[in-house]
């Protein structure tokens, strides 16, 4: 199979964010500072491992559908859906809230482009779902890290 250009672009988006997102993990993780910081520091790194093992699994995709992904710097500040990373140190309070949000936009990106990713080809639908629960669990598992016990959490509907 090769992939349509729309198929190409829409993994390309995926790849993007995904090199976008250890890149900022990254950046939060040698410039965190407060309480908690060991446990963010070590947090930070899961994130980072698994944004790098989902890229190489989507740019390795691509050219499986003879596709070629683009990791270039360039491109990857240019296209990326994640806002930019604060200079400087951050907070751990504040780093949790920043890469909750990357983690979440990252996987919008990721609902964004599935349908039409799956109508053309459903096994790289299938990686998307891997890395959309995987991702999910680690916006939940950091995000928790200033959560209070009495905070609204969102009951499932009823059927």
């Given at each position: 199979m090769k992939a349509s250009q729309?198929?190409?672009?829409?993994?390309?988006?995926v790849l993007t964010d995904l090199i976008e997102?250890?890149?900022q993990g990254k950046q939060a993780h040698w410039n965190i500072v407060g309480q908690n910081f060991r446990d963010l520091h070590l947090q930070?790194?899961?994130i980072v491992l698994a944004a790098r093992q989902f890229a190489d699994d989507t740019a390795e995709r691509m050219r499986s559908l003879h596709a070629l992904p683009d990791g270039r710097s360039a491109t990857i500040a240019e296209a990326t859906r994640l806002s930019?990373?604060?200079?400087?140190?951050?907070?751990?309070?504040?780093?949790v809230k920043l890469i909750t949000e990357r983690l979440e936009r990252t996987v919008q990106t990721m609902r964004d482009v599935h349908d039409e990713v799956d109508?053309?080809?459903?096994?790289?639908?299938?990686?998307?779902?891997?890395f959309i629960?995987?991702?999910e669990?680690?916006?939940?598992?950091?995000?928790?890290?200033?959560m209070t016990a009495n905070a609204e959490v969102q009951e499932p509907d009823e059927k």
């Amino acid at each position: 199979m090769k992939a349509s250009q729309t198929l190409a672009g829409n993994l390309q988006a995926v790849l993007t964010d995904l090199i976008e997102l250890q890149l900022q993990g990254k950046q939060a993780h040698w410039n965190i500072v407060g309480q908690n910081f060991r446990d963010l520091h070590l947090q930070l790194d899961e994130i980072v491992l698994a944004a790098r093992q989902f890229a190489d699994d989507t740019a390795e995709r691509m050219r499986s559908l003879h596709a070629l992904p683009d990791g270039r710097s360039a491109t990857i500040a240019e296209a990326t859906r994640l806002s930019q990373f604060p200079e400087g140190l951050t907070n751990t309070k504040e780093a949790v809230k920043l890469i909750t949000e990357r983690l979440e936009r990252t996987v919008q990106t990721m609902r964004d482009v599935h349908d039409e990713v799956d109508e053309e080809d459903p096994t790289s639908a299938d990686l998307l779902h891997e890395f959309i629960a995987r991702l999910e669990q680690l916006a939940w598992m950091v995000n928790a890290e200033t959560m209070t016990a009495n905070a609204e959490v969102q009951e499932p509907d009823e059927k």
